[in-house]
């Protein structure tokens, strides 16, 4: 009886371990993993901080709901970010770390043109899909020549024509608009698309004010601005440092006129960096988080982001929304191929943003049907407080 008590014993041993060992051996979860071009130190650092935030949050997202799914397959994201240091130099080295150390497919990423270039010497030849996270019109950023790079969001080019219709709109005293624009390569590009849309409205330009990107000091800009005398200020690009110090120095000298982006700077920033005093009669292109209106996913990256990373910030769901479009665009192809699933998105009709419904378009407007356009919002400044305005559908031919 001793014995058979030891043997039943033994089994029961080793009935346990087979049964705790077992998961051990289960098979693993695929992964995809999806490259991250961010300036998390450098020029640009203090936005893009934010949108490696918002990609974090989309792997995790994801993965909580399963992941990817191909051919009933599931497959977990996984995000490899690289620092490009805020420089030309900085984006190919992280560019190449991406492409032959961790042999990524798809990359999301880069927003500044010097650097979107940069990159794509490394990634274009190499075939990877590109998800850039801006567009500021130049030929050599973006075009037939970019066959895998897509826009993941509306830029400046799909921004103009709303916030020059709102100008009409909120302010219709103002007949003459100064175009503020950083000396980023793209001066040759927009301005006309500026003149063009400015004289469709009913607008004089006054003068075109360009910057360099290592301006430190932005009062010497802003006196030639007003030197135009012009009703109203617009912005073309240029991260929310250099609007809320133009904005904050403009008001300084006296300028009482409306000035506003037409780009999708966080105006929750640039009110930071000009102060309460002077962010008034200003407008953007930006979201404001406790509004009713905005959609279910951008409620969601909100609060997330606060939860995680104690705010959010615009940029922060730019960076959720270059991989949303990504995702869907290797569901629609059910394949990990690039080349398959450029060829599927690039007939693509339609696809979800965080904004609301949006379209693959551009091929009329850059050569190529490679940007996803999307709800563009309208976010006001005024005595000193965040107002939301409204959504307007915007589409590039």
């Known amino acids: 009886m001793k014995t058979r008590g030891m043997i039943m014993g033994l089994a029961c041993l080793c009935a346990i371990l087979v049964l705790t060992i077992q998961p051990c051996f289960a098979k693993e979860a695929k992964t995809v993993d999806i ?6 130190t450098g020029f640009g650092s203090s936005a893009e901080t934010y949108i490696h935030q918002g990609a974090k949050i989309a792997e995790e997202w994801y993965n909580e709901r399963g992941g990817i799914t191909i051919k009933g397959e599931k497959y977990k994201i996984r995000l490899l970010a690289e620092d490009m240091k805020g420089t030309a130099d900085g984006a190919v080295a992280a560019a190449n770390k991406l492409l032959y150390d961790h042999k990524v497919k798809f990359v999301v990423g880069t927003v500044v043109p010097f650097m979107v270039q940069a ?14 996270l801006y567009n500021c019109g130049t030929p050599s950023e973006y075009g037939p020549n970019t066959p895998y790079m897509f826009v993941g969001q509306d830029a400046t080019v799909e921004g103009i024509s709303p916030a020059l219709e709102y100008l009409k709109e909120a ?3 103002v007949k003459s608009v100064t175009y503020v624009i950083p000396d980023d390569g793209s001066v040759p590009y927009l301005s006309p698309i500026f003149n063009k849309k400015a004289k469709e409205n009913g607008f004089k330009v006054a003068s075109i004010a360009k910057w360099a990107m290592n301006t430190q000091d932005f009062t ?27 904005l904050k120095i403009a008001r300084e000298m006296g300028f009482k006129g409306p000035i506003f982006g037409c780009n999708y700077d966080d105006g929750y920033q640039i009110m930071q960096i000009a102060g309460k005093e002077a962010s008034t009669d200003f407008f953007s292109h930006s979201l404001v988080f406790d509004s009713p209106d905005m959609t279910p996913l951008i409620k969601m990256i909100t609060k997330r982001a606060k939860k995680q990373y104690g705010e959010a910030y615009v940029t922060t769901v730019w960076g959720f929304q270059a991989i949303y479009v990504l995702v869907q665009a290797i569901e629609k192809a059910q394949s990990l191929d690039p080349t398959v699933i ?20 551009g091929l009329k407007t850059y050569g190529i049907n490679h940007t996803v356009c999307h709800p563009c919002p309208i976010q006001a400044l005024q005595d ?4 939301w305005v409204k959504w307007v559908d915007v589409y590039s031919e």
């Open 384 to 387: 000193g407080q965040v107002k």
């Open 119 to 132: 990159a794509g010497t490394v990634l274009e030849p190499a075939e990877v899909i590109r998800v850039v």
């Open 35 to 40: 490259g991250g071009l961010f300036c998390l």
């Open 342 to 361: 450029k060829g599927s998105w690039e007939k693509m009709k339609a696809i979800d943003t965080v904004y609301g419904p949006g379209r693959m378009g």
């Open 171 to 173: 302010y219709p005293s």
């Open 220 to 246: 010497p800009i802003v006196m030639k601005i007003l030197s135009a005398k012009p009703d109203a200020i617009a912005f073309a690009n240029g991260w929310p440092q250099a609007t809320g110090n133009m």
